[in-house]
């Protein structure tokens, strides 16, 4: 029942920008914490851009500047805007929801949408 699913990828040229969002249905999302991953091919997955249930943002070197995550939880959905792209920025990207019950008997929560391919090229 859980879905996370992207939208918004695409091709764009170099210094464009691009706005990626992530759907989410099947969890409480206010209290996930949420971040926006990417793989490009033949390299590891990496964290672009993460944001707690709190509001609080953090991301990778990177992209600081020119990217920014943000979250609707009356929407369900969580965006990264991508300004600036690069060459570098082409990518699968994927969103993840990721929430740490501590209390009672601990029991993590993690999933992951099937992503969605942006290409920066000209």
Known sequence: QVQLVESGGGLV???????????????IF?????????QAPGKQRELV???TSDGSTN?????????????????NTMYLQMNSLKFED????YCNAHYDRSYYRRRVYDYWGQGTQVTVSS
């Open 13 to 27: 040229q170099p210094g464009g920008s691009r706005r990626l969002s992530c759907a989410a249905s099947g969890i």
């Open 30 to 38: 206010s209290v996930y914490d949420m971040s926006w991953y990417r």
């Open 49 to 51: 851009a993460a944001i």
């Open 59 to 75: 991301y990778e070197d990177s992209v600081k500047g020119r990217f920014t995550i943000s979250r609707d939880n009356a929407m």
């Open 90 to 93: 082409t990518a699968v990207y």
